[in-house]
């Protein structure tokens, strides 16, 4: 599986973005049978998990910073993850990455590209 992230930019403080990634089956997995997910990097931060999806796209957990704000979602039909941002903060500025797992409690093993998010307050 290919995964491209995309609808990263710059947006203020409040506002709202959403990022779209696109999977493309190559081999082996189906996209609806991976657990996705959205990560981010922030410089000189860790990586770390924003939000996990669950195949059929019914449960999603998110970190505390961004309950209430974030939403992941995905489209198994068009072989999609979405993550709808709201109320964007200076702190949620990042690269952002899209990524699949097969295994529930496996490492995730896709990665798409990264797409940057920059904040201005």
């Known amino acids: 599986v290919q995964l491209q992230a995309s609808g990263g930019g710059l947006v203020q403080a409040g506002d709202s973005l959403r990022l779209s990634c696109t999977a493309t089956?190559?081999?082996?997995?189906?996209?609806?049978?991976?657990?996705m997910a959205w990560f981010r990097q922030a410089p000189g931060k860790e990586r770390e998990l924003v939000v996990s999806?669950?195949?059929?796209?019914?449960?999603?957990y998110y970190i505390d910073s961004v309950k209430g704000r974030f939403t992941g979602s995905r489209d198994n039909a068009k072989k999609m993850v979405h993550l709808q941002m709201n109320s964007v903060e200076p702190e949620d500025a990042a690269v952002y990455y899209c990524?699949?797992?097969?295994?529930?409690?496996?490492?995730?093993?896709?990665w798409g590209q990264g797409t940057q998010v920059t904040v201005s307050s």
């Open positions: 990524a699949g797992r097969s295994i529930l409690t496996g490492p995730y093993l896709y």
């Open positions: 089956e190559t081999s082996g997995r189906p996209f609806n049978r991976l657990s």
């Open positions: 999806i669950s195949r059929s796209g019914d449960t999603a």
